[in-house]
């Protein structure tokens, strides 16, 4: 999974990072390492962490755990799976002064997959109070945008948290590449409330 992810151009040198809970909403979390590239990332590499934060085995968690966990916490049974990536196109997007708002609805596929959109205020990457605004977000979206930073998605399993992942830089990426177009053609109202 963090392989495809590199390769693609979804994470570059050692950013992004992503975790799976085993064991239903009170289980443990295997979260990749910090420092480590997702280019060649094997399943041994994982450290191990509960819920509680206390690490269960010699691995060095990322930096990003508090959020992980954060978001598990908050989430339940909706976070099976987190992934976080600094892809080109969400990133540009975290940049923008009103993310949401420029996100105009492209596809159906964005309001299925995504929405809502949550956007996290700025903190220095590793900075436990990410983890109160991630945990918060995590109430009601399952995809966030962290300013100045990247984007973070999960989902019950890992290949649902994939979909919200790719589907959110995607759209990212059409929003950029439309852009100041004069003949763009959005989704209605009520054709976003229909898929709601």
């Not at 983890?131 to 399993?157: P, Q, W």
């Amino acid at each position: 999974m963090g392989s495809s992810f590199y390769h693609r151009g979804y994470a570059f040198g050692s950013t992004g990072n992503l975790s799976i809970r085993e064991g239903g909403s009170q289980g443990r979390i295997w979260i990749s390492p910090t420092g480590r590239s997702l280019r060649n990332l094997r399943p041994e590499e994982f450290a191990l962490m509960g819920l509680d934060g206390a690490l269960q085995n010699d691995r060095k968690p990322s930096k990003e755990a508090p959020f992980h966990l954060a978001a598990y916490r908050t989430a339940g049974e909706r976070a099976g799976a987190i992934i976080h990536l600094h892809s080109t196109y969400s990133v540009a997007l975290s940049c923008l002064a009103d993310p949401v708002g420029a996100l105009r609805p492209l596809t159906p596929y964005f309001q299925m997959r995504v929405a809502p959109l949550a956007v996290v205020p700025y903190f220095r990457p590793g900075s436990p109070h990410l983890g109160t605004y991630v945990g918060d977000a995590a109430k009601e979206s399952t995809c966030m945008i962290l300013r100045n930073h990247g984007m973070t998605c999960f989902g019950r399993t890992i290949e649902e948290a994939v979909d919200r992942a790719e589907e959110l830089e995607e759209t990212a990426k059409l929003l950029f590449m439309l852009r100041g177009r004069d003949d763009l053609q959005v989704l209605t109202p009520a054709e976003v409330e229909e898929l709601r």
